[in-house]
């Protein structure tokens, strides 16, 4: 009896830490959306560390906000509810189109229930950051093909403070912190106007892929036999990877968090294919050949991750 008694209070315990972790990151989601802020931050990434400053201000017509560098070439990227501008100094260019999640910020889903077979999610408990008493969440995967997360959340606002993309040994790949952070108070209009006019400077509309579809299609050639549980083809598509070539098929998996794109092109007559990993901060991709294709296998998870899907694609009889 004594066991049992001992069984049901941990099962509790560690059923009340899951609730208080996801209520922290639906609260922390929220306070990235509906607060005025205006910060300062380090964004650690590809061995890179650069400071940046956002401007965040929610309206009666919905979110604005400005995000620009401190370090290195100027650099702007002002958003809203329908668009996001990106305004770049080093090569004098703007490039243009529809809304998109903000970076570098995560993006948590709201439906954290459907992870719960492949992360778990751990309350801390706190740590003082920037001068607030904050809350430390964990996502931890629970194999060893996707990366972690840990949140440093504001315990009064619920604002982010700190954020770590962790590896398999727990360690951080990429990281942001704020080293100065002003919380309410009112925005001034000023602060969201760019400092950069883009006068003078070549105009691109982005589309909401990297490279612009050629058609969408529900029936692929191809199929990845081997993935990590939890993935699922969320997109599927023809692209063209470069102006010259042939349209590859892109497919799209995502366990709701991570996300993987995986891309099969026919190899042009007399091109050798490229194979092997190649890594760029917490971006992993693996290539590969199969039957006269090139594939590449491109995502924010481990270079074994990538490397077991590259293997497992195969043709569709």
Wanted: proline share 4%.
């Amino acid at each position: 009896m004594r066991w049992l008694v001992v069984v049901l209070l941990t099962t509790a315990g560690q059923v009340c830490a899951q609730e208080s972790a996801r209520q922290w990151l639906d609260e922390m989601s929220n306070a990235l959306q509906t607060l005025d802020y205006d910060g300062t931050f380090v964004y650690l990434h590809d061995n890179k560390l650069e400071t940046m400053r956002i401007v965040h201000q929610q309206t009666e017509g919905g979110e604005k906000e400005r995000l620009f560098s401190l370090t290195g070439s100027p650099r702007e990227v002002l958003r809203d509810d329908r668009t996001v501008t990106c305004i770049m100094a080093d090569n004098k260019s703007v490039m243009f189109g529809k809304r998109r999640s903000r970076q570098p910020f995560p993006v948590v889903p709201r439906d954290l229930d459907a992870l719960s077979d492949y992360y778990q999610l751990e309350d801390a408990g706190e740590d003082r950051m920037t001068g607030y008493m904050t809350r430390v969440i964990k996502i931890k995967p629970k194999d060893a093909l996707r990366y972690g997360y840990r949140f440093w959340i504001d315990k009064e606002t619920r604002m982010l403070l700190k954020f770590d993309l962790t590896g398999v040994d727990g360690k951080a790949i990429e990281q942001l912190m704020f080293t100065s952070l002003g919380i309410g108070g009112g925005i001034p209009a000023a602060a969201l106007e760019p400092s950069l006019t883009g006068d003078g400077y070549a105009w691109y509309r982005q589309e909401n892929s990297d490279r612009k579809p050629v058609r969408n299609t529900d029936a692929p050639g191809w199929t990845v036999e081997r993935l990590p549980a939890g993935f699922r083809m969320v997109n599927f598509q023809h692209k063209r990877m470069h102006q010259d070539s042939v349209s590859a098929e892109h497919m799209v998996f995502s366990d709701g968090l991570a996300t993987v794109s995986v891309y099969v092109e026919k190899l042009a007559e007399g091109k050798a294919p490229v194979t092997g990993l190649s890594s760029m901060g917490a971006m992993n991709a693996y290539r590969a050949e199969v039957d006269g294709y090139q594939v590449t296998v491109i995502g924010e998870v481990p270079g074994v991750t990538v490397q077991m899907i590259a293997h497992s694609v195969s043709r569709l009889s």
